[in-house]
Protein backbone atom coordinates (compact mmCIF):
# COMPACT_ATOMS: atom_id res chain seq x y z
CA UNK A 1 0.00 0.00 0.00
CA UNK A 2 0.80 3.25 -0.30
CA UNK A 3 3.07 5.05 2.71
CA UNK A 4 4.26 8.56 3.01
CA UNK A 5 6.67 9.34 5.64
CA UNK A 6 7.05 12.71 6.58
CA UNK A 7 10.32 14.27 8.45
CA UNK A 8 12.10 17.61 9.26
CA UNK A 9 10.05 19.17 11.18
CA UNK A 10 11.27 21.11 14.16
CA UNK A 11 11.04 24.04 16.06
CA UNK A 12 12.94 27.50 14.57
CA UNK A 13 13.22 31.05 14.97
CA UNK A 14 11.09 33.46 13.14
CA UNK A 15 13.25 34.16 10.03
CA UNK A 16 15.02 30.84 9.79
CA UNK A 17 14.80 28.31 7.81
CA UNK A 18 13.60 24.30 7.45
CA UNK A 19 13.36 21.84 4.82
CA UNK A 20 11.03 19.01 4.85
CA UNK A 21 11.03 15.47 3.26
CA UNK A 22 8.56 12.98 2.44
CA UNK A 23 9.85 9.50 1.36
CA UNK A 24 6.94 8.20 -0.53
CA UNK A 25 6.76 3.89 -1.67
CA UNK A 26 4.08 1.92 -2.64
CA UNK A 27 3.67 3.45 -5.35
CA UNK A 28 4.63 4.63 -9.38
CA UNK A 29 6.01 7.88 -7.65
CA UNK A 30 6.11 9.54 -11.38
CA UNK A 31 2.65 9.08 -12.04
CA UNK A 32 1.26 10.73 -8.81
CA UNK A 33 0.62 14.63 -7.78
CA UNK A 34 2.46 15.00 -4.88
CA UNK A 35 1.20 18.08 -2.69
CA UNK A 36 1.77 19.95 1.31
CA UNK A 37 -0.60 20.48 3.52
CA UNK A 38 -0.62 22.27 7.02
CA UNK A 39 -2.48 22.47 10.09
CA UNK A 40 -2.84 24.88 12.18
CA UNK A 41 -4.52 23.90 15.91
CA UNK A 42 -8.14 25.04 15.73
CA UNK A 43 -8.22 25.50 12.29
CA UNK A 44 -8.58 23.67 8.96
CA UNK A 45 -6.17 21.48 6.62
CA UNK A 46 -4.58 23.95 4.25
CA UNK A 47 -2.95 23.79 0.85
CA UNK A 48 0.46 24.67 1.01
CA UNK A 49 2.19 23.32 -2.40
CA UNK A 50 2.17 20.70 -4.98
CA UNK A 51 4.26 19.33 -7.68
CA UNK A 52 2.98 17.32 -10.56
CA UNK A 53 4.78 13.72 -11.74
CA UNK A 54 7.37 15.07 -13.88
CA UNK A 55 8.24 18.21 -11.68
CA UNK A 56 7.58 20.34 -14.47
CA UNK A 57 5.44 22.41 -12.78
CA UNK A 58 4.20 23.53 -9.28
CA UNK A 59 0.99 25.49 -7.57
CA UNK A 60 1.28 27.27 -4.15
CA UNK A 61 -0.70 28.52 -1.66
CA UNK A 62 -0.32 33.13 -2.10
CA UNK A 63 0.64 32.77 2.04
CA UNK A 64 4.04 30.84 0.96
CA UNK A 65 4.80 31.98 -2.44
CA UNK A 66 8.34 33.18 -2.87
CA UNK A 67 9.16 32.05 0.63
CA UNK A 68 8.47 27.93 -0.01
CA UNK A 69 9.50 25.60 -2.66
CA UNK A 70 8.55 22.19 -3.29
CA UNK A 71 10.53 20.00 -5.49
CA UNK A 72 10.96 16.15 -6.13
CA UNK A 73 13.75 13.41 -6.45
CA UNK A 74 12.03 10.32 -8.69
CA UNK A 75 15.42 8.39 -8.04
CA UNK A 76 14.73 8.48 -4.51
CA UNK A 77 10.66 8.71 -4.58
CA UNK A 78 11.23 11.82 -2.12
CA UNK A 79 9.78 15.23 -2.38
CA UNK A 80 10.66 18.08 -0.06
CA UNK A 81 9.26 21.64 1.18
CA UNK A 82 12.19 24.29 1.43
CA UNK A 83 10.96 26.63 3.74
CA UNK A 84 12.71 30.02 3.68
CA UNK A 85 11.64 33.31 5.93
CA UNK A 86 9.62 31.04 8.63
CA UNK A 87 6.84 33.34 10.89
CA UNK A 88 4.91 32.36 13.62
CA UNK A 89 1.50 31.76 11.52
CA UNK A 90 3.26 29.36 9.65
CA UNK A 91 3.10 27.20 13.03
CA UNK A 92 1.42 24.31 12.06
CA UNK A 93 1.38 20.26 11.93
CA UNK A 94 2.50 19.82 8.12
CA UNK A 95 1.59 17.22 5.66
CA UNK A 96 2.64 15.29 2.69
CA UNK A 97 -0.45 13.76 0.07
CA UNK A 98 -0.40 12.16 -3.81
CA UNK A 99 -3.06 12.35 -5.75
CA UNK A 100 -3.56 10.41 -9.06
CA UNK A 101 -5.72 13.25 -10.21
CA UNK A 102 -4.29 16.66 -11.82
CA UNK A 103 -2.28 19.19 -9.09
CA UNK A 104 -5.12 20.62 -7.01
CA UNK A 105 -5.47 22.70 -4.11
CA UNK A 106 -8.43 20.86 -2.98
CA UNK A 107 -7.26 18.44 -0.19
CA UNK A 108 -10.09 15.88 -1.18
CA UNK A 109 -7.99 15.34 -4.26
CA UNK A 110 -5.16 13.55 -2.27
CA UNK A 111 -6.41 10.00 -1.21
CA UNK A 112 -3.15 9.52 0.31
CA UNK A 113 -1.91 11.50 3.41
CA UNK A 114 1.34 10.90 5.63
CA UNK A 115 1.71 11.01 9.86
CA UNK A 116 2.84 14.74 9.91
CA UNK A 117 5.58 16.69 11.33
CA UNK A 118 5.31 19.45 13.74
CA UNK A 119 6.80 22.49 12.55
CA UNK A 120 6.66 25.40 15.53
CA UNK A 121 8.19 28.99 14.53
CA UNK A 122 8.93 31.57 17.79
CA UNK A 123 9.09 34.98 17.60
Known amino acids: QVQLVESGGGLVQAGDSLRLSCAAS????????MGWFRQAPGKQRAFVAA????????LYADSVKDRFTISRDSDKNTVYLQMNSLQPDDTAVYYC????????????????WGQGTQVTVSS
Open 97 to 112: AASRTTMSMSRYEYAN
Open 26 to 33: GLTFMRYT
Open 51 to 58: IIGNGGNT
